[in-house]
């Protein structure tokens, strides 16, 4: 997260820290008691390993009373996503068991009915991304607040010149921005989950390029149809 602030601590206990070999890869959300939603690109670099996925913790390294690292029995990216764009960049990741729910440890909903999020509305989005363009990595997890733009906006040749499709959203980037390592967060308005954080151009913090979210009501009835099938 660029130019944003430290969160309150476990004020957003939905948050997941995906990680691989202790460190902090992409971010997430607790969607059902086993079930964390991501972004599909965050398997790109994990050679076929599984993350482990960091539930309960506001700082990465410090002890907290209900931080747990919970291993994963299942990923399921959608079978939509690919390398090449940002096309269905969601990933379901099944935990080994259900997540002890708690204080800080908690489902957020997510948005089921497909209508886009009004422009100018202000949603806040977290992670424990990048927080400068030298790429320092924070311990503790950062948020910020940030505009819808209209998908014309967004779409303009100046801007992503016609890639965003009615399943993604946009953000204004200017100087306030997502960044690497905050893929797979979410971004929620009005205490819902609207978007999940994917990659887009790769750019932070350019008010040319807009942070771009994967809209989940879109894809409300694969994420049941996953989580119903998936043995437990
Ligand atoms: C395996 C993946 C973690 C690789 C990856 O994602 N790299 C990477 C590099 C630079 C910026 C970003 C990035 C993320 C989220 C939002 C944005 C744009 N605001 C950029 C992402």
Redesign the pocket.
Known sequence: I?RGSEARPHLKPYMASLQLDGQH??GGFLIAPQWVLS?A?????THGKLFQVLLGAHSLTEPEPHKRLYQVHAQFPHPGSNIHNNKDDLLLLQLEEKAELNADVRVLPFQREDRDVAADTVCEVAGW??TDHSGSRPDRLQQVERPVISRDVCNHRTRHDGTITRNMMCTD?RRK???????GGPLVCGGVAEGV?????????NYK?P??YTRIAPYAAWIDGVMASADA
């Open positions: 660029l890869v992409c972004a690109h965050c398997i790109e670099e991304g990048t980037s921005d997502t960044c690497k390592g905050d893929s954080v994917t990659a887009g151009s790769r750019v932070c913090g390029k942070a771009i």
